[in-house]
């Protein structure tokens, strides 16, 4: 154990050293007319790269050393892209560093952690048994939730009951894989409480409704994926002797215990829908605008969190095998993601003059938009990337009719005169998320809690190669055809 943590630090120093050793050019910030993402060469991501991979390539390569160190490995590569970054861009470095803790980060895990702690003193108990019928009809109400409670509420507050139906089930990773395709992604694309790419662009002037517009294509897409997996559970419930196994065991009536926190999770709901409604304006810290608003509601997802502490017994968080270990080990290596994705997503953000401006150029159809903010979605946060694609349909389609417009009133020109564009960016951002275990937060907390509750769950490839390419992928396809 000794000689491998010294091997980690060893490294840990070595490509530290080398990192300074190749510092972004700081002579490039005398460019003071060029926006970050216009500065920033494309190697700049690779820390996000490491990261991924250390995700994808360490459970399997080395389990026991990324069971106890991948905080160490995530703290790892933050600092390697963070140092450089700050002797390059001192004031820009401190200022994104600032910016993407308080605005994105710590939001973002308080969202979580409250839907984490809030649902998991909701207990569902009874006599139910996994089967084919049993399993569809739980995703498919997982479906429909997760508009009105967002993709994170819903899958937090189903995915404890379908992994209890399941527990003597031999075979059941494909059912937690598209657990996370419909629940976890694709069912939170009806409403801007559904994502956090929908509650985006509802800030910046979407209707409220408009994304009911999407109804046809969640119809289509959640049909065509709940068809194929009735059928492959029908095959490996039959494989392993299912009859015998839904006839086993004492009938017991189904019944919710802890029923008191779905008024709390209404809660956070209801703060959610307060932070988009209401702006009696900002507060200046640490040199960056935070909105009053957001901090109200960030302060309600703790107190709402701590009251379902406080009123759900320790019997119900037991039987539900809660523990604090999913949301830990989320908190730890999203610390990493958010920090090393400063780079891709300010390169993103400049458009055709950023390092990936041929991307950026070459996009310009409906099928384009729903690839392009797919694919990017998959591997980086979907709500900057669907912002993004966003403000870059409104400069193409927009902007050169009517020139540069407030948000709300750009919408409506693009809404009226481009209607699929935009439906493509939401559908993409939103679907796609469901192709890797980091597209979206609620994916990565579905794996840990499915995996603490003994499922072994497909490395980040494994997952990729078994699931998204043979499953998600040729949906997208006819979704296009279909719709785009």
Known sequence: MRDRRRLFFLFLMIAFVVSLASPLSASTVEEGHKSLGELLPLWSAIPFVGILLSIALFPLLAPKFWHHHFGKVSLFWSLLFFVPFLIAFPGEAKHELVSIIFVDYIPFLLLLWALFTISGGILLKGSL???PAVNTLILLV??????????????MLMIRPILRANKERKYKVHTIAFFIFLVANIGGCLTPLGDPPLFLGFLHGVPFFWTMGMAPILAFTSAVLLVIYFLLDTFYFKKEGGKALAESGEKEPLRIEGGINFLILLGVVGSTVMSGFWHPGSVSFLGINIEIENILRNVLF????????KVTTKKIRQENDFSWGPILEVAKLFAGIFVTIIPAIAILKAGDKGSLGFLMAAVTQPAHYFWASGALSSFLDNAPTYLTFFNSAVGAFVVPLYGTLPDPVSVKHLIAENHKILLAISAGSVFMGANTYIGNAPNFMVKSIAEEAGVEMPSFFGYIFKYSLIFLIPVFILVTLVFF
């Open 129 to 131: 048994k996994g089967t």
């Open 142 to 155: 997982g479906t429909f939730l997760s508009s009105w409670v967002g993709t994170t509420g819903s899958a």
């Open 302 to 309: 703790l107190i709402l969190g701590f009251i379902s502490w």
